[in-house]
């Protein structure tokens, strides 16, 4: 044990000692919240107006398809197919007689095409302006009478909550989704990042020579079990140096934010979050928001979100890094040997990252449950589940299940690598194949 002890200890300080280590550690922080800036400033800048001319052969689209800051509707006469690009236009839609009850196409040609955002949001312009239309016919109900009932029947906003038998929580969809995206594509690289990394390692210290020498003094299992600690421990320092230089930016702009509005925005949450009208009305816009963000944060169980994070990277890391391992001690100098043996390993990975895709959109599915509890995939898709609640969404046999089967599944490939390793790492100059370490793991 004391052996392993010096080998992760070793492995450990050189990786945290590096140069890189330390930049990406503190620039990372900084990194993603550039991203995150500049993304929503291009796309607000990026935010483009089509001008669309419309041919309409019924006579009545002009009083109900409504144009705005994304779509505006012109009805001139004189534009046509041939002329609307040198009008200014960016489309023309041709709208043919339609009859109550038959499907009718309508087409539109364009010269700067809409995107599958603008596609929909045009057809359902045309739905509503045919229901709007439809409803006057058949009740005289004129339009501004329609957006005046629409406008003023917007009075009901749902808020959900977590049924725990006598307690229930506040819970919100978005942030659940938020939380589950990133916590599953953050083990899907970190697994990847540092797998590779036990890999490389491994690989320098055969091509080297220096394994031959270290495994004089210490047996092969116990060489590869250090490498394996000692760069998942890095890996948990860099993320909670993450966590650690995150919140200490929320902090930091939190000072930017003027006295007056934190003032308000604390009187909000003392007279009941934002369930007082009286108080959100005196409020300002600023502070309802940061309210409104706050009371939205306050409805995740970070605390529970950061231990399973924590396990179910630990324990990802674990269960492939071990393979990755096994890989590095097998191949020799050549890396395109390496990428062939990976492909069983990462297929896997890239499964489960389409699997948690899908398990955020329905987190209760049976695909979602069972790739959960499978350890190839529970450690990306588990993560994606529990932010939407335990055990509302996630039962607790589910996770007490994939949890043991997490741990389970370490062990074996733990085993399996080990045997491999401790083959691989001093054969030199044959060409590895899956077949051949397979003889190797079960050889007695």
Not at 34 to 61: E, W
Not at 68 to 89: C, E, H, M, R, V
């Amino acid at each position: 044990m004391s052996k392993i002890w010096l080998i992760t200890r070793r492995e450990y300080l050189t990786r945290v000692r590096n140069r890189t280590f330390l930049l990406s550690t503190f620039l990372f922080p900084l990194v993603i919240i550039l991203f995150i800036a500049g993304s929503v400033a291009i796309s607000m800048q990026t935010h483009s107006r089509n001008r669309i001319a419309v041919i309409d052969a019924n006579g009545y689209f002009k009083d109900y398809l409504k144009s705005d800051s994304a779509l505006s509707f012109d009805f001139s006469p004189g534009i046509d197919t041939l002329n609307y690009g040198q009008k200014g236009f960016s489309a023309v839609l041709i709208i043919p007689l339609l009859h109550e009850g038959q499907k009718t196409d309508c087409r539109l040609k364009y010269k700067k095409q809409l995107g599958l955002a603008g596609m929909d949001d045009l057809d359902h312009r045309i739905s509503n302006a045919i229901t709007d239309r439809l409803i006057f016919e058949k009740t005289a109900v004129s339009r501004a009478k329609l957006d005046s009932i629409r406008k003023n029947s917007d009075l009901a906003n749902i808020k959900s909550y977590e049924d725990n038998g006598k307690l229930s929580k506040a819970s919100n969809q978005g942030l659940s989704f938020g939380i589950g995206y990133v916590s599953g594509i953050l083990i899907y690289i970190l697994t990847f990042v540092y797998g590779a990394m036990v890999m490389r390692g491994v690989m320098e210290e055969k091509t080297n020579r220096i394994a031959e020498v270290v495994i004089s003094s210490v047996k092969p299992f116990q060489l590869m079990m250090g490498k394996i600690t000692g760069i998942g421990a890095v890996g948990l320092t860099q993320f909670l140096l993450w966590v650690v230089l995150l919140g200490g930016l929320a902090l930091v702009a939190q000072g930017f934010i003027p006295h007056d509005t934190m003032k308000e925005v604390q009187q909000l949450q003392q007279a009941g979050a934002m369930t007082n009208g009286a108080s959100v009305a005196r409020a300002g816009d600023a502070a309802q928001k940061i309210a409104q963000f706050q009371n939205t944060l306050d409805t995740a169980n970070w605390a529970f979100i950061l231990f399973c994070f924590l396990f179910y990277f630990i324990g990802g890391y674990l269960f492939y890094s071990a393979l990755f391992a096994a890989v590095g001690s097998a191949v020799n100098e050549d890396p395109q040997e390496a990428q062939s043996l990976m492909m069983p390993i990462t297929l896997p990975v890239i499964f489960s990252f389409f699997i948690m895709t899908a398990a955020i959109q329905d987190p209760t599915g049976p695909l979602a449950v069972w790739a959960s509890i499978i350890p190839f995939s529970s450690p990306i898709v588990m993560m994606a589940r529990i932010p939407f609640g335990v055990p509302s969404t996630v039962e607790y046999w589910q996770l007490g299940l994939s949890m043991l089967f997490l741990v389970l599944g370490f062990l074996g490939t733990t085993w399996l690598a080990g045997k491999i390793y401790r083959t691989g790492i001093l054969m030199y100059g044959k060409k590895p194949t899956w077949k051949t370490m397979w003889k190797w793991a079960f050889r007695k």
